[in-house]
T-cell receptor, first 110, second 116 residues
């Protein structure tokens, strides 16, 4: 079993729709949760970071963490074509070594 | 914000030659740098972790004699792919973590290596 499971998609939505992404993990020792956005042939860019259960909001992005279910989510509201990218969840037990999900490719259609 | 510069962005080399990839933290001191490899449509696979002034720690299955990592200063780490073969062709990405426990990691823009 992989440490972090993420549906690779692809996911296609119309502009303005809500994009919903999620990951599950197996190790309850994981305490730090991140979402990265990666455009084609570029390095990942940090979008959201959290270390507790609950919601965290930043502009159009909302990250949710449910430690009891070992489930994390990222929601993108009012999606734009510029949001088209691969989104990677990353989880760490100690804010040091990261375990990445496979990444979900998202296309927002104009 | 924190910036990590990675060079070259793309390199093509002949089989049997060596290639060096540089990763520099431009506006912060990177005590730890991570090197990843990414295959098409797949996630990042951690290859090794390097701390400034120390030997790198390699992940299981990664050949340390083939992938030489040097972290000689707080702003520079290099990955050298020695005696490259076509199967080494991949996207290599570095990330850096600063002295302070600022959350998250800053990634370089990646290097596309093609061995012909």
């Amino acid at each position: 079993q992989k440490e972090v499971e993420q549906d690779p998609g692809p996911l296609s939505v119309p502009e303005g729709a809500i994009v919903s992404l999620n990951c599950t993990y197996s190790n309850s020792a994981f305490q730090y949760f991140m979402w990265y956005r990666q455009y084609s042939r570029k390095g990942p860019e940090l979008l959201m970071y959290t270390y507790s259960s609950g919601n965290k909001e930043d502009g159009r992005f909302t990250a949710q963490v449910d430690k009891s279910s070992k489930y994390i989510s990222l929601f993108i509201r009012d999606s734009q074509p510029s949001d088209s990218a691969t989104y990677l969840c990353a989880i760490s037990p100690n804010d040091y070594k990261l375990s990445f999900g496979a990444g979900t490719t998202v296309t927002v259609r104009a | 914000g924190a910036v990590v510069s990675q060079h070259p962005s793309r390199v093509i080399c002949k089989s049997g030659t060596s290639v060096k990839i540089e990763c520099r933290s431009l506006d912060f001191q990177a005590t730890t740098m991570f090197w990843y490899r990414q295959f098409p449509k797949q996630s990042l696979m951690l290859m090794a972790t390097s701390n400034e002034g120390s030997k790198a720690t390699y992940e299981q299955g990664v050949e340390k004699d083939k992938f030489l990592i040097n972290h000689a200063s707080l702003t520079l780490s290099t990955l050298t792919v020695t005696s490259a073969h076509p199967e080494d062709s991949s996207f290599y990405i570095c990330s850096a973590r600063g002295v302070k426990a600022n959350y998250g990691y800053t990634f370089g823009s990646g290097t596309r290596l093609t061995v012909v």
